[in-house]
């Protein structure tokens, strides 16, 4: 029989929440994991077409199966891109489509282009920054900025920052448990009564993420965080000729970025002339296109592993 220690037990992984493991990225210096994150962020701003976008995507999804990530965050992954990036082309197809063209009884191929092109650049941005999070440990994070001759102060800054998330999405979880034990009513059928009811909890919410970093405070304080003697780390963070050959690659690619912005290349080159030969055949077949580009987010959102 295992001891209790050995027996494995399923917890929920929140996003943005370090998941134990020993894949190819997490054994990454956070430095290379954090080039990869301006990588995809000056690939997102340069490369607006949607088909560019849904192949990054690709690429990230790619890279945390084949780097063994654990089966939980790839799932929280699809989740945060789901929700978020849903919501943001639904933003983008009400201000390019909806208000011009729709009150004519007209379509418009830019509105679908923008609500896939949006839909794909904060989902890749989203993806790749829940990747680095669940795969970094924030302490490790904190000992590689050092690395760059950042001040330790600033370091750790940077590290808290990163790791507020999971403590907001923990403290929001307890309070809905707690007013929902009071007979409070959280989950509605209705968006706008929920809305309406988690907006009633971020007040306090809010107040218990305040206290906890204030706690955090104390705790660093006792510690000497203050002090401005020399410092020791727990263990010392290096680069290893792996590490260096992300780095490498990630700045090449954000060269590459920077050479092609400064050629003004047409934002929709791929996307916008087949939306337009869909459109001239017929509005359904645009909107048979549309679902077609984002087939990959919708066959994340449809699947479970």
């Known amino acids: 029989m295992l001891p209790p220690s050995e ?37 997102a701003i340069t490369f607006l077409d949607p088909l560019v976008g849904l192949g990054i995507s690709v690429g990230i999804y790619l890279i945390a199966v084949a780097s063994k990530v654990p089966r939980q965050l790839i799932i929280i992954y699809k989740r945060v891109v789901v929700l978020m990036g849903g919501a943001f082309a639904t933003l983008y197809f009400i201000f390019y489509t909806a208000f011009r063209y729709l009150l004519d009884g007209r379509f418009s191929v830019l509105g679908f282009v923008w609500a896939a092109s949006g839909l794909y650049r904060l989902a890749n941005l989203i993806g790749i920054v829940a990747v680095f999070a669940a795969t970094t440990l924030m302490i490790d994070l904190a000992n590689a900025l050092t690395l760059l001759k950042i001040p330790p102060r600033i370091a750790s800054t940077v590290s808290l920052a990163f790791g507020s998330a999971p403590i907001f999405v923990s403290q929001l979880g307890e309070i809905i448990d707690a007013y929902q034990s ?65 780095i490498a690659v990630n700045a090449g690619v954000i060269g590459v970025c920077g050479y092609v912005s400064t050629l003004r290349l047409p934002m929709f080159g791929f996307t916008q002339p087949l939306f337009d030969r869909l459109m001239e055949s017929s509005p359904l077949h645009l909107l048979g296109g549309f679902f077609l580009v984002i087939a990959f987010v919708l066959f994340n959102i449809a699947r479970r592993l």
Do not use: C
Not at 22 to 43: E, Y
Not at 188 to 205: E, G, M, S, V
């Open 182 to 246: 009071r007979g409070f009513k959280v989950y509605h059928l209705n968006p706008l009564r929920r809305a309406a009811a988690y907006l009633a909890l971020l007040p306090p919410t809010i107040f218990a993420t305040l206290r906890r970093a204030q706690w955090t405070s104390v705790a660093l304080e006792m510690k000497g965080f203050t002090y401005p003697g020399e410092r020791t780390y727990r263990q010392a963070s290096t680069l290893t000729q792996v590490d260096k050959v992300v």
């Open 7 to 43: 027996i494995p037990q399923s917890r929920i992984v929140r996003p943005f929440e370090f998941v134990e493991g020993n894949s190819f990225l997490h054994r990454l210096n956070p430095i290379g994991k954090l080039m990869m994150i301006f990588s995809v962020t000056a690939l």
